[in-house]
Nanobody
């Protein structure tokens, strides 16, 4: 069973940057698509970004395009989310997740495709 632990969240001013990390343990996630999702208070969990198991394909929510970059280091069993030009509306708990099937195709933005989730890391963007 894999465990996912997010880190790197914090408080940042609008326009600033943060780099989130998701470290996997228990087994390798190198064969799994990985995703980042976020949930703001009172809102549904929403997709932010995803990356294929080899890292060759990525998918972003419209709100993340041009500002967020997802990457992975399979040797370190870690996935990253670089967030730039942050806005107050980016404030949320950010979760990483692993696809339920290995070697899947294009990365998906549907939460149901993912069956392993971390506990989340809080990102707060002040105006």
């Amino acid at each position: 069973q894999v465990q996912l632990v997010e880190s790197g969240g914090g408080l940042v001013q609008a326009g600033g940057s943060l780099r989130l990390s998701c470290a996997a343990s228990g087994r390798t996630v190198s064969s799994y698509t990985m995703g980042w999702f976020r949930q703001a208070p009172g809102k549904e969990r929403e997709f932010a970004a995803a990356i294929s198991w080899r890292g060759g394909s990525t998918r972003y929510a419209d709100s993340a395009k041009g500002r967020f970059t997802i990457s992975r280091d399979n040797a370190k069993n870690t996935v990253f989310l670089e967030m730039n030009s942050l806005k107050p509306e980016d404030t949320a708990v950010y979760y990483c997740a692993a696809d339920r099937q290995p070697n899947s195709g294009l990365p998906s933005g549907y939460p149901a495709r993912y069956d392993t989730w971390g506990q989340g890391t809080q990102v707060t963007v002040s105006s």
